[in-house]
């Protein structure tokens, strides 16, 4: 990556999150740019853009000062026990600092710190939107040592995923759900039938009052998010045996989960063309995934994050405003599998575009999906999905605002 981008990954002057619970996105917009390959000084112009006003026109929040005495490292005792608590992340990316520096089993080594530190906090990916997950797994396709550590610490912060011991294994396999997305388009099927959205959503979205999670209660979504997982219906604890089986090679199971969070992304697009930008982050977020597990190397824990990811996928999608896209919808959408676009497409407009983006999700976007293109065989689903910007959410400038209703 250009220095300039490293330089920007290595600030330290700006706080994870702002407005109480948006997540900070200005270095995963930096990674994107310069993958795209914008020049150093759009590089710099976006990140005094976006530091400057958010998109959402919201300022981020600084951090108190990194030697500040009153700030010091977490116990390794603390930093487990704030799983999820949202409190202290400053003190935590310190304690992760000081393992790397100080502690001989990792040496220096980031990627033995994201070995030893990752695979317990991938049971909860769904925190922050996935953001936590986002941030970690960007860091390391940047090979950017300082963010990783705020990446392995965001995901402690804002840990949210499925109690996996409520998963259940089908009984039997399917043959109607041999891939994930047979098994969405059947989900899709009960989703309707069982009226899944007042039997199950509508009732636990109703049973909590602000007792529950109340640091997630100003995030809107991310609370009602929450009580889904933590009442999940069978559809999300029962995983597919294609998910299961220790038969099918992890490999094998990248492409299939890709191309569903594009599906879904192009058949949830609005009548303006216009991207779902709750079901973008389904496709960024699995990137980050990808990128951990590159480093951890291990196929049980590889499988584990998979299902939670699958998990909170279902979640996700059964907690929107929106639900289930519809079974008429999926099997519908007209995008086969062995659709291939030339292999002289042009992807510089496409590029050029992201780069003009002030919508940081717009610049992962064409970046992800162009990367997929190229490894996947130049599915015409990823060049169409790169074309579906999202809109900027509009949250507004209030202290009091909610967030916006996916």
């Keep these: 990556m250009k220095s300039v981008s490293q330089s920007l990954l290595s600030d330290s002057q700006y706080d994870i999150e702002f407005h109480g619970y948006l997540s900070n996105h200005a270095k995963h917009g930096i990674i994107a740019l310069d993958r795209l390959g914008a020049s150093?000084?759009?590089?710099?112009?976006?990140?005094?853009?976006?530091?400057?006003?958010?998109?959402?026109?919201?300022?981020?929040?600084?951090?108190?000062?990194?030697?500040?005495?009153?700030?010091?490292?977490?116990?390794?005792?603390?930093?487990?026990?704030?799983?999820?608590?949202?409190?202290?992340?400053?003190?935590?990316?310190?304690?992760?600092?000081?393992?790397?520096?100080?502690?001989?089993?990792?040496?220096?080594?980031?990627?033995?710190?994201?070995?030893?530190?990752?695979?317990?906090?991938?049971?909860?990916?769904?925190?922050?939107?996935?953001?936590?997950?986002?941030?970690?797994?960007?860091?390391?396709?940047?090979?950017?040592?300082?963010?990783?550590?705020?990446?392995?610490?965001?995901?402690?912060?804002?840990?949210?995923?499925?109690?996996?011991?409520?998963?259940?294994?089908?009984?039997?396999?399917d043959d109607a759900q041999s891939n994930p997305l047979q098994s969405i388009t059947e989900i899709s099927r009960r989703w309707k039938a069982e009226n899944l959205q007042e039997t199950w959503i509508s009732s636990v979205k109703n049973k909590y009052d602000e007792s529950f999670h109340p640091e997630l209660v100003a995030a809107g979504f991310q609370w009602h998010l929450s009580k889904t997982l933590h009442e999940p219906h069978s559809i999300v604890t029962t995983l597919p045996t294609w998910l299961t089986d220790t038969s099918i090679p992890i490999k094998g199971l990248w492409e299939p989960l890709y191309r569903l969070a594009t599906t879904l992304y192009l058949v949830t697009r609005d009548s303006h063309n216009n991207g779902n930008f709750l079901v973008l982050h389904l496709l960024t977020s699995l990137w980050g995934l990808e990128c951990v597990l590159r480093v951890v190397q291990d196929d049980a824990v590889s499988r584990r994050a998979l299902q939670q990811y699958y998990s909170v996928m279902v979640c996700t999608l059964a907690t929107s405003s929106g639900g289930f896209p519809s079974a008429d919808t999926l099997e519908a959408f007209d995008i086969r599998s062995e659709d291939a676009d030339d292999k002289d497409l042009d992807w510089t407009p496409m590029e050029a575009r992201g780069i003009a983006e002030e919508e940081e999700h717009n610049i992962k976007l064409v970046y992800v999906c162009r990367e997929l293109w190229k490894r996947y065989d130049r599915w015409r689903g990823f060049s169409e999905a790169a074309q579906c910007f999202v809109l900027t959410p509009n949250i507004g400038s209030s202290s009091t605002t909610r967030a916006f209703k996916a």
């Design 40 to 173: 150093e000084d759009r590089i710099q112009e976006w990140w005094d853009g976006y530091t400057t006003l958010t998109p959402y026109s919201l300022r981020l929040h600084r951090t108190e000062r990194w030697d500040s005495p009153t700030l010091q490292p977490c116990s390794k005792e603390e930093f487990f026990q704030w799983k999820g608590e949202k409190i202290h992340w400053q003190s935590m990316v310190l304690f992760l600092q000081k393992e790397l520096e100080s502690n001989e089993r990792f040496d220096h080594d980031i990627n033995k710190l994201v070995e030893a530190y990752a695979p317990p906090l991938l049971s909860g990916i769904a925190g922050a939107l996935m953001h936590g997950i986002i941030h970690l797994g960007w860091a390391i396709d940047a090979g950017n040592e300082w963010m990783i550590l705020e990446g392995l610490a965001y995901l402690q912060f804002c840990h949210l995923g499925i109690d996996e011991s409520l998963w259940q294994t089908q009984d039997a396999p």
